[in-house]
């Protein structure tokens, strides 16, 4: 029983930062690409970014240079390094895990981030 369960969100100010955590209970963590995807109220769910157990990052255009995304092997556990955050990044954050060789995906429940002032 696969399970990815996020932490880290929360309210923040414009400008400021948060550091999302995804600790995933999969057998062969390496095995799968993780990422991070986002849906704003009253829109599609978006890639956020995606990272290989190789290291190999993919980043939404939009969000190059703001996000950070990371994994440690060890912990099955991704992370997301968001800075300079602004009212648009509202959204619950899904940490998303994709078997490479099955395309097998699982979800976790989400974490709320609102940025507001």
């Known amino acids: 029983q696969v399970q990815l369960v996020e932490s880290g969100g929360g309210l923040v100010q414009p400008g400021g930062s948060l550091r999302l955590s995804c600790a995933a209970s999969?057998?062969?963590?390496?095995?799968?690409?993780m990422g991070w995807h986002r849906q704003a109220p009253g829109k599609q769910r978006e890639l956020v970014a995606t990272i290989t157990s190789g290291g190999s990052v993919n980043y939404a255009d939009s969000l190059k240079g703001r996000f950070t995304i990371s994994r440690d092997n060890a912990k099955k556990t991704i992370y997301l390094q968001m800075n300079s955050l602004k009212p648009e990044d509202t959204a619950v954050y899904y940490c998303?895990?994709?078997?490479?060789?099955?395309?097998?995906?699982?979800w976790g429940q989400g974490t709320q981030v609102t940025v507001s002032s």
């Open positions: 998303n895990a994709r078997h490479i060789f099955t395309g097998n995906n699982y």
């Open positions: 999969l057998s062969i963590f390496g095995t799968y690409t």
